[in-house]
T-cell receptor
Framework: SQELEQSPQSLIVQEGKNLTINCTSS?????LYWYKQKYGEGLIFLMM?????EEKSHEKITAKLDEKKQQSSLHITASQPSHAGIYLC???????????FGKGTKLTVNP | NAGVTQTPKFQVLKTGQSMTLQCAQD?????MSWYRQDPGMGLRLIHY???????DQGEVPNGYNVSRSTTEDFPLRLLSAAPSQTSVYFC?????????????FGSGTRLTVV
């Protein structure tokens, strides 16, 4: 089965700093999703990447898909306390209906 | 437009009790899934459905039953609750193949089995 490994597991940054979260797949990626979760809440969809080299941005968050490396990175520029939460990457297992997820990266942004 | 609605939000059960976690969506989505989220384990797929009358097992199906009699509803049944089923449960739905559209998630049900 496909596994998604996220790094780092947790991250503490000072407000205004840039940061990167990585998601590496054990198998070929047919699409990669990034979600954000605040404590006690559901997952909020951030963006979906489907093609190698694809890069998408939403406000100060940019994600990129490296198909050859079977990896995606999520970059936050000039972090703010509102960016705090758990970031999860997800992928369709073998292109099927099953979405599998990484274990998440917990981000803390100190004012 | 309510999206994906899960009830209840919180529940405490005694070992051996049964209960049903409700999930309803009003977006006419064909695909629906149940996940559980545990510390250090991430989200794990329990069961999923690709349409009314069709269900299949995910990664951790033991101890759970599902049915999909309508497009809107996808209840998750715990037949005999065990402490190992203490978790946060999320229901999710997608218009079509999640590989194309991703999932919309409910806000979760926090279940404690004592």
């Amino acid at each position: 089965s496909q596994e998604l490994e996220q790094s780092p597991q947790s991250l503490i940054v000072q407000e205004g700093k840039n940061l990167t979260i990585n998601c590496t797949s054990s198998k070929t990626l047919y699409g990669l999703y990034w979600y954000k979760q605040k404590y006690g809440e559901g997952l909020i969809f951030l963006m979906m990447l489907q093609k190698g080299g694809e890069e998408k941005s939403h406000e100060k968050i940019t994600a990129k898909l490296d198909e050859k490396k079977q990896q995606s990175s999520l970059h936050i520029t000039a972090s703010q306390p509102s960016h705090a939460g758990i970031y999860l990457c997800g992928a369709a297992q073998g292109g099927s209906e099953k979405l599998v997820f990484g274990k998440g990266t917990k981000l803390t942004v100190n004012p | 437009n309510a999206g994906v609605t899960q009830t209840p939000k919180f529940q405490v059960l005694k070992t051996g009790q049964s209960m049903t976690l409700q999930c309803a969506q009003d977006m006419n989505h064909e695909y629906m899934s149940w996940y559980r989220q545990d510390p250090g384990m991430g989200l794990r797929l329990i069961h999923y459905s690709v349409g009314a009358g069709i269900t299949d097992q995910g990664e951790v199906p033991n101890g759970y039953n599902v049915s999909r009699s309508t497009t809107e509803d996808f209840p998750l049944r715990l037949l005999s609750a065990a402490p190992s089923q203490t978790s946060v449960y999320f229901c999710a739905s997608s218009y079509s193949r999640p590989s194309n559209y991703g999932y919309t998630f409910g806000s979760g049900t926090r279940l404690t089995v004592v």
